[in-house]
C-alpha cells in the first residue's frame, strides 16, 4: 500500500477496511468488531479524531437531547429515520457514562463534556481496542 510518501507493508487480512479514524470511522469500527469482524482502521493525517478534539470548542457537543429525523437535511428523509431509530442519542449518552465522563446540558438541549472532547476521543479508542 503507498501512502503520498511511504509504503506501508499489511500482511494480514482483514474482513474490514475503514478508511478515516474519524468519529464515523471510530463508531464504525467499533460496531464491526461487536459483531466479530476484524477491522483496520487507516488515517491519512497525522492524529485520529482531530475533528473531535476540535468540536464544541474543545469539549465536543457529543449529542443533543432531542434529535429527530425532522431535523436532518437530506435526499433520503428514510435513511435518518431508520439511522436514529436504531441508534438514539440515548445509547451514546449510555455509552458515555459508562466510560464515567462527565457532561452538561446547555442551551437547545446540546451535552457538552464538562472538561474536554478528549474524553470522547478516548472512550472511541479505548472500545476500539476492547
Ligand atoms: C471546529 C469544529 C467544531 C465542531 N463542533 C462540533 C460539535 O460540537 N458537535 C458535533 O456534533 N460536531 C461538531 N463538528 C462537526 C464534527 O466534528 C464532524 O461532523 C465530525 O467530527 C465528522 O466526523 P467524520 O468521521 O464524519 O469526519 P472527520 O472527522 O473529518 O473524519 C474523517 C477522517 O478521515 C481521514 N481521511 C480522509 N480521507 C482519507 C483517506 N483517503 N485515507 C485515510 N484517511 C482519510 C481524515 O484525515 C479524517 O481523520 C465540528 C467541526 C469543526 C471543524
Do not use: Q
Amino acid at each position: 500500500m503507498c501512502t503520498s510518501n511511504r509504503w506501508i507493508l499489511i500482511n494480514k487480512n482483514y474482513d474490514i477496511v475503514i478508511l478515516g479514524a474519524g468519529a464515523a470511522g471510530l463508531m464504525c469500527a467499533i460496531t464491526a468488531a461487536k459483531r466479530n469482524k476484524s477491522v483496520l482502521i487507516l488515517e491519512k493525517s497525522n492524529k485520529v479524531g482531530k475533528k473531535i478534539l476540535m468540536s464544541g470548542g474543545g469539549r465536543c457537543n457529543f449529542t443533543n437531547l432531542y434529535v429527530e429525523a425532522d431535523h436532518f437535511l437530506s435526499n433520503n428523509p428514510h435513511f435518518c429515520k431508520a439511522a436514529l431509530k436504531r441508534y438514539t442519542p440515548e445509547d451514546f449518552i449510555a455509552k458515555v457514562e459508562e466510560h464515567g465522563i462527565d457532561y452538561i446540558e446547555k442551551k437547545h438541549h446540546e451535552l457538552f463534556c464538562v472538561k474536554s472532547s478528549k474524553d470522547i476521543l478516548n472512550m472511541l479508542l479505548l472500545e476500539c481496542n476492547d
